[in-house]
């Protein structure tokens, strides 16, 4: 749900690495209980590092 979200919006989609799945969940929780940032810094990492390697990939 969050890369079509990223999608529509006009950002790539990001790939959460299994080594990163404990991180992404208690971002998620802790987003759940109302503290937005560690997932709102997550994501924005994320968004960034995709956007790094897609601009490598192109030369």
Same mark, same amino acid.
């Given at each position: 749900?969050?890369?079509? @979200? ?6 790539? =989609?990001? *790939?959460? =690495? *299994?080594?990163?799945? @404990?991180? #992404?969940?208690?971002?998620? #929780?802790?987003? $759940?209980? +109302? $503290?937005?940032? =560690? #997932?709102?810094? #997550?994501?924005?990492?994320? *968004? @960034?590092?995709? +956007? ?6 192109? +030369?």
């Amino acid at each position: 749900m969050q890369n079509i @979200a990223l999608i529509k919006t006009g950002y790539w =989609p990001i *790939v959460i =690495p *299994v080594t990163e799945r @404990a991180h #992404y969940i208690d971002a998620t #929780y802790q987003s $759940n209980t +109302g $503290n937005l940032a =560690p #997932y709102r810094k #997550y994501i924005i990492e994320k *968004v @960034a590092l995709a +956007g790094m390697e897609r601009l490598t990939m192109m +030369g």
